[in-house]
């Protein structure tokens, strides 16, 4: 069965501090995968989506990046932390279903 | 520009009560609608999709073009259903814009 996996569960960086958060699927192939931010009052907002290796689209500018190195492999990045940047981040993949989103359990990050 | 709007940040019903949570939604296309819920200590995970028509835990939603709307019913509320919920639209690519969410809790 597929599962998703996210690490840290949770950060604290102080602000200026560079930043990695990954996220790996198992049991399925050439997954679209996505990184979502969940902070208080607004929803989740949808940061990045990626359809292949190397693939990358923003959905918006923002002081984050991210990279798919591998087929089932998803990395957020930050050179600098800014105080913004504290919130929920979730990682999801789909395949065929349209809309229909796994997600997997979140990272915490709080920026100090 | 794609758009969800839960109004409601917070829902209270008490056990038995029926239970609606409103999705309103901006597309220019044929839309294309979900419901999401975050149940506590739980990832969040899809309840249900407007094109199956399903009801999943008694839940029902149906999508009224006329009035952009996508609202989430249920005739007797359970405590059990007490979570977060999350309106979303699917944009290209399989994209989800999602709304701010709603918390229901019900009340025993």
């Known amino acids: 069965s597929q599962t998703i996996h996210q690490w840290p569960a949770t950060l604290v960086q102080p602000v200026g501090s560079p930043l990695s958060l990954e996220c790996t699927v198992e049991?399925?192939?050439?997954?679209?995968l996505y990184w979502y931010r969940q902070a208080a009052g607004r929803g989740l907002q949808l940061l990045f989506y990626?359809?292949?290796?190397?693939?990358i689209s923003s959905e918006v500018p923002q002081n984050l990046s991210a990279s798919r190195p591998q087929d089932r492999q998803f990395i957020l990045s930050s050179k600098k932390l800014l105080l913004s940047d504290s919130g929920f981040y979730l990682c999801?993949?789909?395949?065929?279903?349209?809309?229909?989103?796994?997600f997997g359990p979140g990272t915490r990050l709080t920026v100090t | 520009a794609q758009r969800v709007t839960q109004p409601e940040k917070l829902l209270s019903v008490f056990k038995g009560a029926p239970v609606e949570l409103k999705c309103n939604y901006s597309?220019?296309?044929?839309?294309?609608l979900f419901w999401y819920v975050q149940y506590s200590r739980q990832r969040l995970q899809l309840l249900l999709r407007?094109?199956s028509r399903e009801s999943i835990k008694g839940f029902t939603a149906d999508l009224n073009k006329g009035e952009t709307s996508f609202h989430l019913k249920k005739p007797f509320a359970q405590e059990e259903d007490s979570a977060m919920y999350y309106c979303?639209?699917?944009?290209?690519?399989?994209?989800?814009?999602f709304g701010t969410g709603t918390r229901l809790t019900v009340i025993p």
């Open positions: 999801a993949w789909s395949v065929q279903r349209p809309g229909e989103q796994y």
């Open positions: 049991g399925t192939s050439n997954p679209n």
């Open positions: 990626s359809v292949g290796i190397g693939q």
């Open positions: 597309y220019s296309g044929s839309p294309e």
């Open positions: 407007h094109i």
């Open positions: 979303a639209l699917k944009g290209g690519a399989n994209n989800l814009f």
